[in-house]
Every structure is written in structure tokens, then in C-alpha cells.
């Protein structure tokens, strides 16, 4: 078969770009042609744009581009197979000092730890702060636990002067700011 008929069927198999690129590598070596170094460059590509996406919000002011930090998040946090809670720490010109990945979960819940998150923004000395997550499922719907969870950092980083901009939701392919409802 030849490359782009092979391509081609990849994508049919896996069900799209994103999906083929973020599969385990277990799966991908289920495929007949595809052995240990055509894993790796795969995986090498999803990496490449995992970057691309960092350089793109690296020296910017994260506020006056949102879709920037959406496509970052999305690159961090999509298609995980467990939840994850990360933060985005910002200096007082909301550019970039650090992004984390401060709790890791089961498939559909993680266990967040306020205090976790005040200490790591202190460690940054950020100024102001993104939460973000995924939904393994793939639905970037905030629970009503995400709006409590929030609510309940924003005032606690606000008793040291830290402001949460956002919490932003991340699903396969979609992500949901909270902000952007209101709810932050």
C-alpha cells in the first residue's frame, strides 16, 4: 500500500488527526506498518506542535489573546486519559512565568488542593493565574464542582493578590471558559 492510501487509512481507523496523534502507543503498534520508529515520529509531531503552541504564548500578554492559551491548553491537556488540574502562572503584564500540571486523577475526577495551588503561585510569585483541566470524556461542560472549585481558589489567591483570570475547561477538540460566563 503506499503512503497516502496507508495515511489515509490511519486517519479512517483512528478517527481523525488528533486522534491518531494522541493515541497510546500500544494501539498504534496494533497497526501492521507501523513499528517503533514510525511511533516515534508521531509522537514526535504532537510534540512539535505542543511547542508551537508554548512559542506562541510565551512572550505575549495572555489576556489580549485567549485563543492562544486555548490552543496551548488544548494541546497540554486533550485526549489525556486521566483528569488533570494545571495552573498557568502570569507576571504582573500577564505574560507566561510557568505552566504546571499540579494534580493528576482518575478518568473522571481529580483531586484538587487549594493550598497546593496558593504555593506554587507563591514559588512563581505570579501575579495572577489560569486554572485549567480536562474532561477525559471529552465534554468540556464545567461541573457544577468546577464552579465551586473556582469560586473557592479565586477568593482564597485574592487574600495574597493573586487573580484568577480564568478557568478554562478543555475537552477533545473544545474547551469551555468560565470567564467567559460569567462564573469567574
Do not use: W
Not at 39 to 46: E, F, G, P, T, Y
Not at 98 to 112: H, N, P, Q, W, Y
Not at 144 to 167: F, Q, Y
Request: aromatic share 4%.
Amino acid at each position: 500500500m503506499d503512503v497516502v492510501a496507508f495515511s489515509r487509512n490511519l486517519l479512517v481507523r483512528f478517527g481523525g488527526l488528533r486522534p491518531l496523534l494522541e493515541a497510546h502507543p500500544r494501539r498504534l503498534a496494533e497497526v501492521r506498518g507501523l513499528g517503533p520508529a514510525k511511533i516515534a515520529q508521531l509522537k514526535a509531531v504532537l510534540g512539535l506542535g505542543s511547542r508551537h503552541a508554548e512559542a506562541g504564548i510565551a512572550h505575549r500578554p495572555l489576556l489580549t489573546d485567549t485563543v492562544a492559551v486555548r490552543t496551548y491548553l488544548q494541546h497540554k491537556l486533550s485526549g489525556l486519559e486521566r483528569e488533570v488540574f494545571g495552573c498557568l502562572f502570569l507576571d504582573a503584564r500577564h505574560r507566561l512565568l510557568a505552566f504546571e500540571v499540579l494534580f493528576l486523577g482518575s478518568i473522571d475526577r481529580t483531586s484538587v488542593h487549594p493550598r497546593e495551588v496558593l504555593k506554587q503561585a507563591l514559588v512563581h510569585n505570579a501575579a495572577s493565574v489560569v486554572l485549567a483541566h480536562n474532561h477525559p470524556s471529552g465534554n468540556a461542560e464545567p461541573s457544577p464542582s468546577d464552579v465551586r472549585l473556582t469560586e473557592e481558589l479565586r477568593l482564597l489567591l485574592m487574600r495574597l493578590e493573586i487573580r484568577v483570570l480564568d478557568h478554562i475547561v478543555v475537552g477533545h477538540g473544545q474547551t469551555v471558559s468560565l470567564a467567559e460566563r460569567g462564573l469567574v
